[in-house]
C-alpha cells in the first residue's frame, strides 16, 4: 500500500479523519471499488430477490460507513458515504437535492459547533472532503446526468471524476474516452479536483506528480475483491476469457495511483481545500442570508401594514401630480390658442380701419 506523505505532526497518536463519498450509477462499479480500496468488505452488494422487482425505481439514499485503515504505522478512520439508488429514477432533480443537501448538512453541523461558547469535545467533522464520481464505460461522452450532478456538486465538495469498470473498455477506446470526457468537462466548464499546483511556490517533484496526476484524469479504474495466483503470487484481478485485469498494475488500471492521491499524498491538500475554501465559501454566504433574514424578520406585522399604506399614498401623490401636469399643460395650450385669435381679430380690426380711411367697402364679414 502507498504511505502517506505530508502528514501532520501527531498523526500517529491521534490518527486522521477522511470523508470520501461515491457517486455513481447502479453497475459503474462503485461497491467493488470501494471494498478492494479498504481491502474488506465495507458496503454490501446490492441483492435482487426477485426479477419482477430489478426494474422497480429505487429512491437514492445517504448511507456513511467507517472503517479503520493504517498506512505506514499511521491510522486512517476513513468514512465511506454511498450513495445506492442515485440515477435511477426517470426525474432524478430530487436526488441531487438530497446529495447536496447532505453535504451542506455536514457544514451546517461544524456551523453550529463553532458557534458555541462551550465546544464537544467529542465532536465528529463529518465534512466531506473528496467526492468520486463514477463516470459509466460507455466509451461515448459524458451523459446529462453526469454533468448536472458534477456542476452541484463542485461547490460543495473536491470532486473527481472516475471511470469504473475500466476494463470492459480497449486502450484505445479508453484513451479516446478520456479525452472526450475531459473536453466535456472543459466546455461545461466543471470545477472538478484537477490536482492544483503552484510553479512558483511548489518543487519540481509536486509539480511533476500533479501533472501525471491530472493527465490521468478521469482515473480508469478496476475493482475485484478476489485474488488469483500469477507467477507464483496472489494479486487482485478480474478473469477473463481473453485474459487477465490486474487492479493494482498500471498498465491495467490507475487504481495505485488513485488510492495512493486520495489516501496519501493529496489527503491533506483535500482536507485543507474543503476546510478553507469550499467550507468558508459556503459558511459566508450561510451567514450573510441569515443577516438578510434577520433584518427582513424586525420589520413588525404593523410596521408592514404602513409601509404599504405609504407606498399606495406615494403612488396616488405621483398619479395626482401628473394629472396636475395634464391640466396645466392642456390650460396653457388653451391660452395660446387665444392668444392668438385675439391677435388675429387685432390685425382684421387694423386693416378695416384702413380700408374705411381709403374709401374701399368693408368685405363684410366679421371674425
Not at 487477465?244 to 495505485?256: G, K, L, R, T, Y
Request: some cysteine; charged content about 30%.
Amino acid at each position: 500500500m502507498a504511505p502517506i506523505v505530508g502528514r501532520r505532526r501527531g498523526s500517529k497518536i491521534k490518527g486522521i479523519q477522511f470523508t470520501l463519498m461515491v457517486v455513481g450509477m447502479s453497475g459503474t462499479g462503485r461497491t467493488t471499488f470501494v471494498n478492494t480500496l479498504c481491502e474488506q468488505e465495507v458496503l454490501a452488494h446490492r441483492v435482487i430477490e426477485s426479477p419482477d422487482t430489478a426494474n422497480m425505481e429505487e429512491t437514492v439514499s445517504i448511507k456513511p460507513a467507517t472503517v479503520e485503515l493504517e498506512e505506514d504505522g499511521v491510522r486512517i478512520s476513513l468514512t465511506i458515504v454511498d450513495t445506492p439508488g442515485f440515477g435511477n429514477s426517470i426525474d432524478n432533480e430530487h436526488t441531487f437535492h438530497e446529495i447536496v443537501t447532505y453535504l451542506e448538512r455536514q457544514y451546517d453541523d461544524i456551523l453550529a459547533e463553532q458557534s458555541r461558547i462551550k465546544r464537544n469535545p467529542r465532536f465528529r467533522d463529518s465534512r466531506v472532503h473528496a467526492v468520486l464520481y463514477f463516470i459509466a464505460p460507455t466509451g461515448h461522452a459524458l451523459k446529462e446526468i453526469d454533468i448536472e450532478i458534477m456542476r452541484r456538486l463542485s461547490p460543495r465538495a473536491n470532486v473527481i471524476p472516475v471511470i469504473g469498470r475500466s476494463d470492459s473498455l480497449t486502450p484505445s477506446e479508453l484513451k479516446a474516452f478520456k479525452k472526450r470526457i475531459m473536453e466535456d468537462i472543459e466546455y461545461y466548464d466543471i470545477p472538478i479536483y484537477n490536482f492544483p499546483y503552484d510553479v512558483e511556490e511548489d518543487d519540481e517533484d509536486t509539480i511533476e506528480d500533479n501533472t501525471e496526476l491530472r493527465g490521468l484524469l478521469p482515473f480508469s479504474v478496476i475493482g475485484s475483491e478476489e485474488e488469483v495466483e500469477i507467477d507464483g503470487e496472489r494479486v487482485r484481478a478480474r478473469v477473463y476469457p481473453w485474459g487477465i485485469a490486474e487492479v493494482d498494475n498500471p498498465n491495467h488500471s490507475d487504481f495505485v495511483r488513485l488510492r495512493g492521491a486520495i489516501l496519501g499524498s493529496h489527503l491533506n491538500d483535500l482536507k485543507s481545500l474543503t476546510e478553507d475554501v469550499l467550507y468558508e465559501t459556503y459558511r459566508t454566504e450561510k451567514l450573510s442570508k441569515n443577516v438578510i433574514d434577520h433584518r427582513q424578520s424586525q420589520v413588525a406585522p404593523e410596521d408592514m401594514a404602513n409601509q404599504s399604506v405609504r407606498l399606495k399614498e406615494e403612488q396616488l401623490r405621483r398619479e395626482e401630480e401628473k394629472l396636475r401636469e395634464i391640466e396645466l399643460r392642456v390650460q396653457r395650450e388653451i391660452n395660446e390658442k387665444r392668444q392668438q385669435l385675439l391677435a388675429k381679430e387685432e390685425t382684421l380690426r387694423n386693416l378695416e380701419s384702413r380700408l374705411a380711411a381709403h374709401g374701399t367697402p368693408s368685405t363684410g364679414y366679421s371674425v
